[in-house]
C-alpha cells in the first residue's frame, strides 16, 4: 500500500494521539493514505487506517418549574466547577436516551427528554455539543459517582463564574433570553477557542 506524507504537521495538533493498531498491537504511523487528504494513523503490519471522528456530548436542561438541576463535577476536567448533566454518547443509544442516562448517571435524575435545544460544534477538541429540553420527573435526585453535589438553581442563583465548559455557558445563557423573550427556539453555534479558566 502506498502513501504520502503531508508538509504541514501543524494542521495535525487536533488529532488524539494513537501509539499502537488496535487490530494487531504494531505501531502505528501518521500518513495521509493515498486517495485521501487527511492524516490518519495506519499501521505498519496489518495496514489498517484507523479513523478518527469527532465525539458526541450529550445532555439536557433539566426543569422543575423556573429551576433547572446543576451537578457540581466531582472529576477532572473542571473539578469541583457545576455542569448541566452530559456526558459522551454510547454506540447503541440515542441521542435523548444518552441524555437520560447521563441526568440518572449524574444526578440520579429522572428526566422526561423534549425537543433539541442547542447544538455547539468545537472542532478544536474534536467535540459536537447537544443538549435537549428536559423535564425533571421528580425530586429523588442525588449525587452520582461523578457529582460532588447536584441542585436546583433559580436564574439569579446560576453560578455564571463557575461553569465547567463553554457549551453549557453559551446554552444556558441563550436558555434563559429565550424565557425572557417568552420563546423557546433552537440554538447552534461554533465554539473556537478554550473559556478562560475559572476560578475553583
Ligand atoms: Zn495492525
Redesign the pocket.
Known amino acids: 500500500m502506498h502513501f504520502c506524507l503531508t508538509q504541514d504537521p501543524d494542521t495535525w495538533e487536533s488529532i488524539p494521539a494513537m501509539n499502537y493498531?488496535s487490530?494487531?498491537?504494531?505501531p502505528v504511523i501518521l500518513k495521509v493514505p493515498l486517495g485521501d487528504n487527511l492524516p490518519r494513523y495506519v499501521?505498519g503490519?496489518?495496514?489498517?487506517i484507523h479513523y478518527q471522528n469527532p465525539k458526541m456530548v450529550v445532555g439536557c436542561i433539566p426543569e422543575q418549574g423556573h429551576e433547572i438541576l446543576l451537578c457540581r463535577r466531582a472529576i477532572d476536567p473542571r473539578y469541583g466547577l457545576w455542569t448541566l448533566p452530559a456526558g459522551f454518547m454510547e454506540n447503541g443509544e440515542t441521542t435523548a436516551a444518552a441524555a437520560a442516562r447521563e441526568a440518572q448517571e449524574e444526578a440520579n435524575a429522572q428526566v422526561d427528554i423534549g425537543c433539541l435545544f442547542s447544538l455547539f460544534n468545537l472542532p478544536h477538541i474534536n467535540q459536537v455539543y447537544l443538549i435537549f429540553h428536559g423535564r425533571l420527573l421528580n425530586a429523588d435526585y442525588a449525587a452520582g459517582t461523578e457529582s460532588l453535589e447536584v441542585r436546583l438553581f433559580r436564574e439569579t442563583d446560576i453560578p455564571w463564574d463557575q461553569l465547567a465548559f463553554p457549551a453549557i455557558q453559551h446554552t444556558l445563557q441563550h436558555y434563559y433570553e429565550d424565557r425572557r423573550n417568552g420563546k423557546l427556539s433552537f440554538h447552534m453555534g461554533d465554539i473556537t477557542a478554550p473559556m478562560p479558566a475559572a476560578g475553583r
Do not use: I, M, T
Open positions: 493498531c487490530e494487531c498491537g504494531a499501521c503490519r496489518c495496514h489498517a
